[in-house]
């Protein structure tokens, strides 16, 4: 096929060949060789039959919808026996055509987050946040916004398999019940089990269940990206098992050590909402906490802290000690640390003197990538700050702490020895994200029996003896607990697509529990107690909240012992030696390889250097200049025997002789999205150095490899298009931020046209609370069916995203500042689209959209081109055209699929505003009220940096925020009178080190 | 007789030249500009009217010696813009301001600035139809039949023959006479020429 | 007596029409072009020019299926080589109704040997032109019909006579019917020549049909010369219209280095500028084939060269106004496209335009090159090239890198793009071809008016 139109990411994966296969219609494909096993994938049974094996055959809406219902009927008449309840409206009210809302769960690296799912014709569409969910507070991110695509990925392992060859679950039970008891195992010592942590209580229920039945066999709980450390720190500084929970929304001063905790270093948004909430401004003169950041890699957290200290990773305990010394709690003088150890001292200084200002009311945070003795001393400098109970609260764990890295040691040591008969995966990806020193991909070939429950076809599943398809999140029972215990139900939204079963369930297989149903498991744990009518009740609220009341475990006083601890610190912590370091981080997009085969996410832009489809290795300008390289250069980074090979790129702000690994990428064993994406560096990760390591060997392979960015250009060129300024020039001078660029003041050559009546929508957007996470892009795709266009097409310039997120670099290229704005249509009132369109494709509504008619645009692109902001896009080839059938249940049917060769863009989802119009003229044409319609991505928006409303009701939160003194247009100078506008961007500077940067 | 190719033409009857008849007139075959003007003068003063002059190329002043007024055509065109300039106003306001409103950039529903350029070149479009058809109308193009054809030198006028045709019509006309008056005119082959 | 008159007025002031010709050698030479077998040098310009135009049409229809995508336009360079060409091959155009309505306006005998062919250049090159913004639509399927204004059921819309898009529509569709209309009036009496010149039945049909009837009658002659007139009157402000407008598809703009007031009548002149060096490539080349000397003389082409001298200095003149005004708005975003566009990517894009417009045609100060075919098709063929530069630095360079540095990219053009590029030139030359075999190249009857005014004017030395 012609590079030119490799369009859907199944080709750019360059896995043509069994990409197409999928979609060839039955009588095309059923002579050739390759269909006889490709159908044993292709038909795992009835239900999904009806929607995958079709393509070429284009089917016509209804039959679509047919197929749907094929699925939806089934959940449908599985309802009234479970019991799964609608968050807004029970289901006898359930209206065709309208979707239905229900409360469920997602739990990532060990913490849930509460959701509401969208739900049309009994097909999840789109997901929220659950506004009761103590963790999500209406707002999610960008991996649980993406996981609706994960249900419709057409590569999930979709058929039980024994030996290669078909099985089905009847088999797999029988086997189970034969294999899986004392006369065959033992007391199963030979037994392992892996899975990811566990937050479902039912699960550690089964959990028990099934160690009691072979309480020699080890049940490893194992997540590629996690905060152990963290955990054993909190334990070695307070002597028990605790969870800690960083209030940030109390503490004036942050100093974050390594540590994204806006970003992929917490396992929840929360940290952003808390924070967030103190970066908010009503008028001059408002108070803003202060963030403090030492760092290697440039995160998302350092791009908002007000001091950035670029350090190695290996120095931040170093730092942490000089900083126990500053404060003259003991703690040792500053050694070296790297280049910068002037700097290092002047800004522990200044920092210390802020913190000791403001004892009980700052935090110190320190990153997972750091080890246990970090951590145990950043809680005795919180302690000595007197934040422990402040800002900083323990909470007792809810079962004893594992050690999964102890375990994964002695596991390499069994599965050397051979020890090991039994190897059960639950779940998870253990053969791609393991240590490199457990060799757990071979010996799940060798051993005598291997069962793996996978969501989609990857490396575990290709290795294994029983590779059984794992449910979706969204088909299944289950049950998960947030950081502080709060407990809610996994409520499934749609039959297995492909007969899938959860965890849960298979467990239950493995211990023999009858039944095995995960509803019932579900049920009977939260719903045993009290009488049936009680119990009922109960019940129903947990499913209709998505949160079972009471559930938060209680807080603990935890008493740390400073003196204990520094002495401990001060002899374990060393500056990093000198020599090159790798630091390994979780990436935005695979985030540890599981959402790989995630289209919308492998295209979402790195926050930071806005790579797509790719990870890159970051390395500072200094480093690049004194090996020699330059971006895409490919490199061999090689420690006692192990390597990788990867592209290299320049990263401002970087620290110097630091490497910044990204991990789920390069996947040998994919989906068409995901296979061989990327560089996998996981093969340099042992148990040793699983966070980072030093004395890396860096050799230039000589060849270069094509990175692709989505932004090509990183300065303003002194163009006032993110306006800063500090809060006390902000004080003294409120209107600097407008002034920074003339405004027409209202000149006009023609009368403006009215919009003083009606419903006039507007947006506000405040760069201050604006971290630059990606949840806003890829919720906007989600809600607009935007296309995935795939590597080859964005480095053509021709990505879909309708906001994206722009990123500029202020200062020197080793100091550099980072600013991030979010950059959609803005529904300029004199849109320089509408007046070129020749046809009128594009023209203004009453209500001041700027709104786009699909059907009558010629596609000239000459709105593209006289758009200053140049976010409107093009449908160049027919994005949607290989779309599998089955993601086409996903798409959202209140917004139309753009064919090729027409503009689209930003609508301020119109479909929503409609909606809600609809709505309240149908409760009694009443007025709608602030706040009721929330465009996409301010919904989704965890820093709720994004207001939408009516701009012509003064106390609209929108109308209110546009009267703020630093709220500006972008080009305003033009006089195309933008809708959205933004709040200019302060920075609280530590009056001391702006001394030092002036 | 007819020597004209028509006759190899597949016309319709009525095309066909009647076989006798009226004549068209006589016709005389000059070599050069001057000869023709000179003969058309004479005969002017002779007080011939009805002359009709086939030359390769216009020849200035021969309107002047056969005495034919000024072209309409002007007229004709000038009327035909105005059409256009009508229709281009009545187009982009009754469009815009009338059928079918769209805000579009807050601009008006129908300015004259932005209406110029189609005002222009509708008015240009118009006139050109009205100077080409206008002066076919006038010369009566297309016609595939015209009597002089019938001569036998026909041809000489879109190559380098100079024709003076005298016509019946003419009150002076004499057939014979006059065949003899242009030949001592200079004309090199006079003829009487049927209709 | 003619020879005499001419022999003894060549060295004083050459003659336009040589070698002593007579009406009748007029009308044989030109005519026998189309009598006549080609010389064997049409057949291979002909092959070739038809075998690029089967691949214009591959490529439409390439584009057509697959999409907008196989050409390299993007975000933000939503106008690539498309515009670009369509702008070029409508300058192209212009020289042809300048000759031949301007230069008639002005009474400049000479055009007569060339205007014809001139002309028909104009048709070919709006040909040309046309494909573009037909097929650089997204759906030009849609386009062909949503542009111009008939109601329609689909969508009862119309247009927004607000886009100087719709502005284009009309400019260009008035000046190609207007362009075709005096072309085919111009052919009337040649055509009548044909007519009465020819043996075959089939010509004399074909001819017979065409020249409607013509027979050379002074009411005729008097109607036709005052349409003529008129409609190189109209044809005037005509042709300076389009390419104004045109130009409004920039000027109108708010992308820094479109939004300039300089444009209409640097368009023009650019237009001029570039179908006069057309002229001289097609000419030179057209010459040589027939041998046309006595007809299209050096005198004809040295004329053109002067008119090249002129309209490029003009061209020159503009691109320092449009410096001179960027850095004199102050307005920052102005002054950056400008400077970028001549030190940023495409910095090689505008100096070879610089080098092709305003030096090369320098050299036509010198008699030499005003007078010798073959430099003046080399240095014609530079100016070509310049003045599709000029197009597409305007296009790309002010495109690429616009008001929001992160949305800034960069154009990259496919195969797809060069393909159709080459085809439309095919196209041109095939149709050129076809013209100069099967019609009359020169204007027969025009050419004998002067040489009828030359043998005047030898008597009146007498």
Avoid at chain 1, 379 to 392: E, H, K, R
Avoid at chain 1, 667 to 675: A, D, L, M
Avoid at chain 1, 862 to 883: G, I, Q, S, T
Wanted: aromatic share 10%; glycine share 8%; proline share 5%.
């Amino acid at each position: 096929m012609n590079p030119i139109v490799q369009i859907n990411p199944t080709q750019i994966a360059g896995k043509q060949s069994t990409g197409k296969q999928y979609w060839r219609s039955l009588n095309e494909a059923a002579e050739t060789p390759e269909f006889q096993q490709w159908a044993q994938r292709a038909f795992p049974d009835g239900v999904s039959e009806g929607v995958t094996v079709d393509g070429a055959s284009r089917r016509s809406l209804l039959k679509l919808m047919a197929a749907s219902f094929g699925l939806a009927g089934l959940t449908a008449c599985r309802r009234p026996v479970e019991n799964i309840l609608p968050f807004s409206r029970a289901s006898e009210g359930y209206i065709h055509g309208k979707p239905m809302h229900f409360a469920t769960v997602a739990a990532l690296n060990g913490s849930a987050t509460g959701l509401i799912v969208e739900c049309n014709e009994g097909r999840p569409t789109k997901i929220e946040g659950n506004p009761k969910h103590p963790y999500s507070l209406g707002a999610t991110n960008a991996f649980l916004q993406a996981s609706v695509l994960g249900v419709y990925d057409p590569d999930r392992s979709r058929q039980v398999m024994r030996k290669g060859g078909r099985s089905n679950w009847d088999e797999f039970a029988a086997w189970a019940r034969s294999y899986f008891n004392a006369d065959r195992l033992g007391d199963g010592a030979a037994m392992r089990i892996v899975s990811e942590k566990i937050v479902s209580p039912s699960l550690e229920v089964v959990k028990a269940d099934l160690l009691k039945k072979f309480p020699k066999a080890q049940w490893i709980e194992y997540e590629s990206v996690n905060l152990d450390a963290v955990r054993e720190g909190a334990a070695l500084a307070s002597g028990q098992d605790v969870e800690p929970h960083f209030l940030f929304d109390k503490a004036d001063v942050v100093f974050s050590l390594d540590c994204d905790f806006l970003g992929l270093d917490s396992s929840s948004i929360l940290p952003v909402k808390q924070y967030s909430r103190r970066r908010r401004v009503e008028k001059p003169g408002d108070e803003l906490n202060r963030l403090y950041s030492a760092e290697a890699n440039y995160t998302i957290t350092g791009g908002m802290a007000d001091h950035r200290l670029r350090a190695k990773v290996g120095d931040i305990g170093a730092l942490a000690l000089a900083l126990a010394k500053e404060l003259n709690v003991s703690g040792a003088e500053l050694k070296v640390v790297g280049n910068s150890t002037d700097k290092a001292r002047k800004f522990i200084s200044a920092l210390a003197k802020d913190l000791e200002a403001h004892k009980g009311k700052s935090i110190v945070v320190a990153g997972p990538r750091q080890p246990a003795a970090v951590h145990t001393l950043v809680f005795a400098i919180n302690a000595a700050l007197g934040n422990i109970g402040q800002t900083i609260v323990f909470t007792k764990l809810a079962e004893e702490r594992a050690k999964p890295l102890e375990q994964l040691k002695q596991l390499a040591t069994d599965l050397h020895a051979g020890t090991v008969k039994t190897l059960i995966v639950l779940g998870g990806n253990p053969a791609y994200s393991l240590p490199a020193d457990v060799p757990f991909a071979d010996a799940l070939k060798k051993v005598a029996v291997s069962v793996a429950l996978t969501e989609d076809e990857n490396e575990t599943w290709a290795a294994s003896e029983w590779r059984l398809p794992q449910a979706h999140l969204l088909e299944s029972w289950g049950d998960a607990q947030a950081l502080d215990g709060t407990a809610s139900i996994q409520q499934p939204m749609i039959e297995p697509l492909y007969g899938g079963k959860s965890v849960l369930e298979v467990a239950a297989i493995l211990a023999g529990m009858e039944p095995a149903s995960d509803y019932e498991i579900v049920r009977s744990n939260w719903a045993s107690q009290g009488a049936p009518a009680e119990r009922e009740k109960k019940w129903n609220a947990a499913l209709f909240d998505g949160v079972v009341a009471d559930t938060k475990s209680a807080m603990v006083t935890a008493a740390v012992d400073a003196k204990k601890v520094f002495a401990t610190a001060n002899a374990q912590i060393q500056p990093a030696p000198a020599g090159l370091e790798v630091a390994f981080y979780p990436s935005p997009g695979p985030y540890d390889g599981r959402y790989a085969n995630n289209a919308w996410l492998q295209e979402a832009p790195h926050p930071m250097t806005k790579v797509v489809w790719d990870n890159v290795a970051l390395i500072s300008k200094k480093t690049a200049e004194s090996l020699g390289l330059k971006d895409g250069d490919v490199v061999k980074l090689s420690k006692d025997g192990r390597s990788v090979e990867t592209p290299v790129q320049i990263q401002p702000g970087h620290a110097d002789d630091s490497i910044s690994l990204f991990l789920g990428y390069g996947r040998s064993v994919c989906g068409r999205v995901g296979q061989g994406v990327g560089h996998r560096v996981e093969a340099l990760r042992t148990t040793a150095n699983f966070f980072s390591a030093s004395g890396v060997e860096l050799k230039k392979t000589g060849e270069t490899y094509e990175i692709v960015t989505t932004q090509e250009h990183h300065r303003m060129e002194g163009r006032p298009i993110v306006r800063e300024a500090s809060v006390e020039e902000y004080k003294k001078e409120p209107g600097l931020i407008k002034e920074m660029a003339e405004s027409p003041n209202g000149l006009t050559m023609f009368p403006f046209v009215d919009y003083s009546k009606g419903y006039q929508w507007g947006m506000a957007i405040d760069l201050n609370s604006c971290v630059g996470c990606n949840a806003c892009l890829v919720a906007c795709q989600s809600e607009n069916n935007i296309p995935v266009v795939g590597k080859d097409q964005v480095q053509r310039g021709r990505e879909m995203h309708w906001i994206r997120l722009d990123r500029y670099y202020t200062g020197s290229d080793e100091e550099a500042q980072v600013v991030t704005q979010p950059m959609g249509c803005q529904q300029c009132e004199n849109a320089p689209c509408e007046s070129v369109c020749p046809v009128a494709a594009t023209s203004h509504s009453p209500e001041g959209l700027n709104d786009m008619a699909y059907n009558r645009c010629v596609g000239t692109r000459y709105c593209l081109n006289n758009c200053p902001y140049k976010v409107r896009r093009f449908n160049f080839l027919a994005w949607n055209k290989d779309v599998p059938e089955v993601r086409k249940l996903g798409f959202n049917p209140d917004v139309t699929v753009r064919m090729r060769g027409v503009m689209e863009k930003c609508t301020y989802c119109v479909q929503r505003i409609e909606e809600h119009k609809i709505a309240a003229n149908a409760d009694g044409r009443r007025q709608l009220h602030d706040g009721e319609i929330q465009s996409a991505c301010q919904q989704v928006c965890p820093a709720e940096a994004i207001v939408f409303g009516n701009i012509n009701d003064p106390e609209s939160r929108v109308s209110k925020l546009k009267k703020q003194p630093r709220n500006y247009e972008v080009l305003g100078e033009l006089n195309i009178r933008p809708r959205t506008t933004y709040l200019g961007r302060l920075r609280n500077p530590n009056p001391e080190l702006e001394k030092e940067n002036a | 007789m007819a020597t004209s190719f028509l006759d190899k033409l597949p016309l319709p009857e009525f095309l066909k030249p009647a076989e006798e008849g009226p004549h068209y007139g006589v016709v005389g075959d000059f070599d050069s500009p001057e000869d023709l003007l000179r003969a058309i003068r004479t005969l002017r003063v002779a007080g011939f009217t009805k002359m009709e002059a086939y030359t390769p190329f216009p020849i200035h002043g021969i309107d002047e010696a056969l005495g034919e007024p000024r072209s309409p055509l002007g007229r004709i065109v000038i009327v035909a813009s105005l059409l256009g300039l009508a229709s281009a106003v009545l187009l982009q306001w009754w469009t815009g301001a009338v059928d079918y409103k769209l805000i579009i950039a807050g601009k008006p529903l129908f300015a004259l600035e932005p209406s110029v350029p189609i005002m222009f070149e509708l008015s240009v479009l118009f006139g050109a139809f009205g100077a080409v058809f206008g002066m076919f109308h006038l010369n009566r193009m297309p016609t595939y039949y015209h009597a002089f054809f019938n001569y036998s030198k026909a041809g000489g006028a879109s190559n380098d023959r100079f024709l003076l045709a005298v016509e019946a019509a003419d009150p002076k006309f004499r057939g014979e006479e006059l065949k003899t008056l242009l030949d001592s005119l200079g004309s090199r082959h006079s003829e009487l020429v049927e209709a | 007596m003619a020879d005499l008159a001419i022999g003894s007025r060549i060295e004083l002031n050459p003659p336009l029409v040589q070698g002593g010709m007579t009406y009748a050698d007029v009308s044989e030479k030109i005519s026998a072009i189309t009598e006549n077998k080609p010389p064997k040098q049409w057949y291979y310009l002909i092959t070739i020019s038809s075998l690029m135009t089967v691949m214009l049409f591959g490529c439409l229809g390439y584009l057509v299926m697959t999409g907008i995508g196989v050409w390299g336009n993007n975000n933000p360079v939503g106008w690539g080589w498309d515009i670009t060409n369509f702008v070029w091959w409508i300058g192209i155009g212009h020289a042809g109704t300048l000759i031949s309505a301007v230069l008639f306006l002005f009474r400049q005998k000479w055009r007569t040997s060339i205007n014809r062919a001139a002309e028909a250049m104009t048709l070919f090159a709006v040909a040309c032109a046309g494909i573009y913004p037909l097929f650089h639509t997204g759906r030009p399927w849609r386009a062909i019909y949503w542009l111009f204004p008939a109601p329609n059921e689909y969508l009862h819309l119309w247009q927004n006579f607000r886009s100087p898009l719709e502005w284009d529509v009309f400019a260009v569709s008035t000046y190609a019917t207007v362009s075709a209309l005096f072309w085919f009036t111009g052919l009337i009496p040649d055509l009548a020549t044909l007519r009465d010149r020819a043996v075959s039945r089939g010509r004399k049909i074909l001819f017979g049909i065409l020249s409607l009837g013509w027979r050379g009658s002074s009411t005729q002659w008097r109607h036709y010369e005052l349409a003529y007139l008129i409609l190189a009157g109209i044809s005037t402000p005509l042709v300076l219209s389009v390419h104004s407008i045109v130009s409004f598809d920039f000027a109108t703009a708010l992308i820094p280095g479109w939004h300039t007031t300089l444009f209409p009548p640097y368009f023009v002149a650019g237009a001029i500028f570039s179908g006069f060096a057309m002229v001289v490539t097609l000419m030179t080349v057209a010459r040589w084939v027939y041998n046309l000397q006595n007809l299209i003389t050096t005198k004809h082409l040295e004329n053109m060269c002067k008119v090249l001298i002129a309209t490029g200095l003009m061209v020159g003149f503009s691109y320092g106004t449009e410096y001179f005004i960027a850095w004199y708005s102050g307005n920052p975003y102005e002054r950056f496209a400008f400077i970028n566009r001549a030190f940023g990517p495409y910095w090689w894009a505008y100096w070879t335009m610089v080098t092709c417009n305003v030096l090369s045609p320098q050299f036509f100060w010198f008699k030499k090159f005003r007078t010798t075919p073959v430099l003046m098709f080399i240095i014609s063929i530079f100016i070509n090239i310049g003045m599709w530069f000029e197009r597409f630095v305007i296009i790309a360079t002010s495109l690429h890198r616009d008001f929001l540095p992160a949305s800034w990219g960069y154009f990259k053009p496919t195969w797809v793009d060069m393909c159709t590029f080459a085809g439309t030139i095919g196209l041109f030359l095939t149709l050129f071809l076809l013209f100069l075999r099967f019609l009359p190249a020169i204007a027969m009857s025009e050419v004998k008016g002067v040489l009828y005014q030359q043998i005047e004017d030898g008597k009146g030395t007498h």
